[in-house]
Every structure is written in structure tokens, then in C-alpha cells.
């Protein structure tokens, strides 16, 4: 199986938006409605922000939405605030009952 | 809350078996409907899933580790456990044992596990 594809980097600055896709295949993310998303800020333990596509565990802020268009799964962050800066990554139930992850995305507030 | 914590050497040399427990607290890990699972991260990279065990026994692997890895429950101390046979530098990471697979919440603290002789 292979890693699902995040893009390495992204920015925003205080309160705007941005979105953060994450690509896989028929296999996993297009085939799955288990696909998760995890903040991790450095030296911390990751932090489940969006499960099953688009639900928010609660206490998660509802800047964090979460999406899916065909293979492609997205997490959108609206209202940037300087706490959001950390890395986030994606990951979907695969096939033969296998969990992936994304490389994972480093985001930035400007 | 369900809390976990996992433990074992932090030091394993090449070749040998990497054995590390989870204990779980707050929680029978042999009830509901969860998986528990290991996941682990190298310094400066992404998350790779290990495996998961569900209250039944049955196990899933990551396809890249199957050849090498156990994971097995021990209900009667509420524990799971991970043993990577045949180490390398390669394997050197933080390891994170967690309740679910996909979902996973709630994590352990994470354990440094560096392969060096």
C-alpha cells in the first residue's frame, strides 16, 4: 500500500482559510467513508480533529471541517488562528482491512 | 477517560526483537467495539500504522511490516503488546500505542525506541 499524498506545506495568514487535500485511491480514501485527520504540533502527541470525513470529536473548534470529492479527501481550516500552526495528517482504511496515512502537511501562519 | 501508556526498552540492537506493552486504564481493552493499534513515527517524519488487534484477537498489518510484527492482547492485565522482529536502524522511531485504527483516540505518550548496538 502507499502513503496517501499531502502536500508538503501550506499557508495562511490570521483569519483566513485554507485546505489541505489529501490523495489516495479507489482503494482507501475514494472507497472509504473512515478517513481521519490529526494535528500534531511539535514534540506533541497527534490529536484526532476529524473522523469519518467530515465529523468533529467534540471540543474540536468548527474551524476544522473536514470533505471528500472522489479519491480525495480535504481538511479546511477557516479563521486561521496562530495555534493552528503544527502538521496535519490524513488517514483512510485501506484494503485487506489496512489503515494509511499521508506524508502529512506542514502548515504555517503567516 | 481511557488512558494508555505504553513501555519497554528504549534501546534495541540490530537483529534482535523490539517488544513494547500498552497499558490501558479506564477501559477494558476486551469490551466494545474497538481496535487497538501501533503506530509510529521516526524523528522528523510522518506516522506509519503498525497493526491492530481487536478484542477477538484478530489482527491486521501493515502490509510493509507483516512479515515481521505481532501484535497480541493480554486481557487479564487490560494490556496489549507489539514485538518487530529483526530490527534495524530503519526501525528506530517513536512508537504510540492507541485505541482505534483509523479513528484513533485516545493516543499513549509515544516511547523512543532507538535500534543501535
Known amino acids: 500500500q502507499s502513503a496517501l499524498t499531502q502536500p508538503p506545506s501550506a499557508s495562511g495568514s490570521p483569519g483566513q482559510s485554507v485546505t489541505i487535500s489529501c490523495t489516495g485511491t479507489s482503494s482507501d480514501v475514494g472507497g472509504s467513508n473512515y478517513v481521519s485527520w490529526y494535528q500534531q504540533h511539535p514534540g506533541k502527541v497527534p490529536e484526532l480533529m476529524i473522523y469519518e470525513v467530515n465529523r468533529r470529536p467534540s471540543g474540536v473548534p468548527d474551524r476544522f471541517s473536514g470533505s471528500k470529492s472522489g479519491n480525495t479527501a480535504s481538511l479546511t481550516v477557516s479563521g486561521l488562528q496562530t495555534e493552528d500552526e503544527a502538521d496535519y495528517y490524513c488517514s483512510s482504511l485501506a484494503g485487506g482491512n489496512n489503515v494509511v496515512f499521508g506524508g502529512g502537511t506542514k502548515l504555517t501562519v503567516l | 477517560q481511557v488512558q494508555l501508556q505504553e513501555s519497554g526498552p528504549g534501546l534495541v540492537k540490530p537483529s534482535e526483537t523490539l517488544s513494547l506493552t500498552c497499558s490501558v486504564s479506564g477501559g477494558s481493552i476486551s469490551s466494545g467495539d474497538y481496535y487497538w493499534s501501533w503506530i509510529r513515527q521516526p524523528a522528523g517524519k510522518g506516522l506509519e500504522w503498525i497493526g491492530r488487534?481487536?478484542?477477538?484477537?484478530?489482527?491486521n498489518y501493515n502490509p510493509s511490516l507483516k512479515s515481521r510484527v505481532t501484535i497480541s492482547l493480554d486481557t487479564s492485565k487490560n494490556q496489549f503488546s507489539l514485538k518487530l522482529s529483526s530490527v534495524t536502524a530503519a526501525d528506530t522511531a517513536v512508537y504510540y500505542c492507541?485505541?482505534?485504527?483509523?479513528?484513533?483516540?485516545?493516543w499513549g505518550q509515544g516511547t523512543l525506541v532507538t535500534v543501535s548496538s
Open positions: 488487534v481487536f478484542p477477538t484477537g484478530t489482527t
Open positions: 492507541t485505541r482505534g485504527s483509523v479513528t484513533v483516540d485516545p
